[in-house]
């Protein structure tokens, strides 16, 4: 009898890991798509208003993207933006300069740096590290650049980027924190789409981008956005991620607004004007 179970045992085991295989081996498929745009990096080096920049991270590996002035090119504040999934800098960038986007960043800089195996920046996501530890990198780097007010930096970020933004948040200061479509932890997402990571299975993810807990340590005032009828990051995990903020200054609920469209409604960008001018000292 007791043989019978064994066998028993081992084949259920035999069948978890064959259920299993094809999610557990599409988890980094899944979380990033690596996105590059060659018309629209072609289109930002002939234009002065952008800087290509390339940093080079201490594990050898190099990420580029795109610096773009104010309207002086002096000595100011400066946002940092970490872009979506299936999203490059040359593509964000450009799209911001023809949407008017800019406008609402009037005398920040703003930076956006690919992703490792987005654009044209070196690596691959494959942990948790891979794909947060850089945010401290960039970071340093644009704080020390000449033309950052090192005192008045903002962090932006939106989807995927959120966990990215909240992260850094959690390293460095900051004078503020904005995020649009945020998410609790990598868990909810998993769930959302397999319903099977419960319990000791949570062991089989392999990211944890742990938003929730990065939030506790923030000291930044925070802005977020999330929508009841984003279909992609349910507005529940951004409420989940909401409470763990200590200086959460509004949670902004919007309607008949889906994923893909946060930064095409003025009202949102309005918002976002009001925070960042009221958070940093203009010179």
């Known amino acids: 009898m007791k043989k019978t179970f064994l066998v028993i045992d081992i084949i259920l085991l035999i069948v978890l890991i064959l259920v299993f295989a094809i999610p557990l081996s599409m988890q980094e498929i899944f979380f990033f798509h690596p996105n590059s745009d060659e018309n629209s990096y072609i289109q930002l080096k002939e234009d002065n208003t952008f800087e290509e920049i390339k940093i080079q991270l201490s594990n050898g590996k190099t990420l580029s993207g795109w610096f773009a002035y104010n309207e002086t090119k002096e000595k100011a504040p400066l946002i940092i933006y970490f872009m979506g999934n299936a999203q490059n800098t040359s593509s964000i ?53 000449e033309y950052v007010d090192k005192d008045n930096i903002i962090i932006m970020g939106y989807s995927i980027g959120t966990g990215a933004a909240t992260y850094l948040c959690s390293q460095r200061d900051v004078k503020g924190l904005i995020l649009l479509a945020p998410y609790d932890e990598a868990l909810s997402l998993y769930n959302k789409n397999f319903n099977i990571f419960y319990g000791p299975l949570t062991n089989l993810t392999t990211f944890k981008l742990r938003s929730k807990e990065y939030a506790k340590s923030i000291k930044a005032p925070v802005l977020i956005f999330s929508s009841k009828d984003d279909e992609v990051i349910s507005y529940e995990f951004s409420k989940n991620l909401s409470s763990n903020f200590s200086n ?12 893909s469209l946060y930064l095409s409604r003025s009202n949102v960008w309005d918002r976002i004007k009001s925070f960042i001018h009221d958070k940093v000292s203009m010179n």
């Open 93 to 145: 960038m450009l799209s911001f300069k023809y949407t008017g986007c800019f406008d609402y960043f009037n005398g920040f800089h703003v930076l956006a740096i690919d992703y490792p195996g987005y654009g044209l920046s070196e690596g691959r996501i494959k942990s948790d590290d891979d794909f947060l530890n850089p945010t401290v990198e960039i970071y340093d780097w644009a704080k020390n650049n």
């Open 248 to 259: 959460l200054e509004e949670f902004v609920t919007l309607e008949n607004v889906s994923h």
